[in-house]
């Protein structure tokens, strides 16, 4: 069963946008107002909310309810049920342009950016033009645009997205009034999963959500996509499933090899390192992950800190095995064992036996004496 969760809890209002306060407070002022811009340009990481942004405001500008109704538009929300709602909800309204600039879909309509643009809309107010991951945009269609948004025409509204603003040109940036997407914190994404969980029936361990939304780095989308697959490979969302299909092997598994080394265990290490290159993992990415996670023992350790900044990536428990392995050995220690362990990494990728650079390191560096 697959629920494409992110599609059926798109957000319907400007306010159930999670995480971007300041955004969505200006839009609905300006939409109380009926003062919105001809030209957005909503940028930021994926998964943050700027499609779901760009139809809102494209629904607000073309409510019925809205139009006919002053009391309600000082909601500066949209109706979602007149006509014009339900059509651009299900993708169907004639008068809003979605153009995907990653996959050429409605292409065209920019090659013809200012004949399209100069004829009246057919149904709705305003006509208004969706341009998704503007930055691929080749040239003639950035200038087309351009030209279109120097002069535009009354009945038009430009909402552009992107996750690479430096790639646009500052003429076309300059244009439209600008708003930042930020990432979402992993307790609004946990709450969200949690809701979602709730209302879907769906049985989970609350740690599997922490660790879905730690896997998800700030977007929703991929937290509410990974919380689909996890529940189709199984009915129950659990760590050890999250695990699997985010393919890493948990900090669970980091954290008990590093406990291996800060002990200086030796002979349990090799056999441990043995047994993880049997199972098949990719031991080169095992590598690094430990030189991350050394890492972050070694940071937590000079500045208690922080705590507060890795809590918004790692789960609490990560949190707690990192201090305590912090407080096993110097700081000598780990920055000796990193050092190696970076050499060893580049050697691996290189080497017909991956795992030989980096036994031999862990060797090394647990029969020295310092
Ligand atoms: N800020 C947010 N608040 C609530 N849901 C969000 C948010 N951002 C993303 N989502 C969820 O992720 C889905 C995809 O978001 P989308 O707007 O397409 O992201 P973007 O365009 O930034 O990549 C939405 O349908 C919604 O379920
Ligand atoms: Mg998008
Ligand atoms: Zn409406």
Redesign the pocket.
């Known amino acids: 069963m697959t629920l494409a969760?992110?599609?059926?809890?798109?957000?319907k209002i400007l306010a159930?946008?999670?995480?971007?306060e300041m955004t969505v407070q200006i839009l609905r002022n300006a939409a109380r107002e009926n003062s919105l811009a001809h030209a957005y340009l909503?940028y930021?990481?994926?998964?943050?909310?700027?499609?779901?942004?760009?139809r809102l405001v494209s629904k607000i500008v073309n409510c019925e309810t809205r139009i006919l109704n002053k009391e309600f538009q000082k909601g500066g929300e949209p109706c979602n049920q007149c006509r014009v709602c339900s059509e651009i909800d299900s993708g169907n309204g004639l008068d809003v342009i979605e153009i995907d600039a990653a996959s050429n879909r409605g292409i065209d309509e920019i090659r013809n950016l200012k004949e399209v643009a100069r004829t009246a809309p057919i149904s709705y107010p305003r006509k208004v033009f969706i341009v998704?991951e503007a930055h691929m945009l080749t040239g003639p269609a950035f200038n087309a645009l351009l030209k279109t948004l120097e002069e535009p025409p009354p009945h038009v509204m430009f909402i552009l997205?992107t996750?690479e603003y430096e790639k646009l040109p500052a003429t076309i940036t300059s244009r439209a009034q600008r708003f930042a997407?930020k990432k979402?914190d992993k307790e609004t994404i946990m709450k969200?999963i949690a809701a979602i969980c709730k209302a879907e029936g769906l049985k989970y361990e609350a740690d599997a959500l922490e660790l879905i939304a730690v896997a998800a780095d700030g977007?929703?989308?991929d937290a509410?996509s990974l919380l689909d697959q996890v529940h189709s490979s199984a009915p129950t969302i659990t760590i050890k499933t999250v695990e699997e299909v985010i393919g890493r092997i948990g900090f669970k598994k980091l954290h008990e090899f590093a406990e291996l080394l800060v002990t200086k265990n030796l002979p349990l290490a090799i056999k441990y390192l043995g047994e993880l290159n049997e199972s098949g993992i990719n031991i080169v990415q095992f590598a690094k992950d430990l030189i991350h996670y050394l890492r972050r023992i070694l940071s937590l350790k000079m500045n208690p800190e922080l705590e507060e900044m890795f809590n918004k990536e790692l789960t609490r428990e990560d949190i707690t095995d990192l201090r305590e392995l912090g407080a096993m050995a110097e700081a000598e220690f780990f920055i000796k064992l990193i050092k190696a362990l970076i050499s060893a990494y580049s050697d691996m990728r290189y080497s017909p036996f991956a795992i030989v650079p980096l036994e031999v390191t862990i060797i090394e560096c647990l029969q020295s004496r310092s």
């Open positions: 969760l992110y599609r059926k809890y798109r957000p159930d946008l999670l995480g971007q909503f930021g990481p994926r998964g943050t909310g700027k499609t779901t942004a760009a998704d997205a996750t997407f979402l969200k977007g929703l989308r509410e």
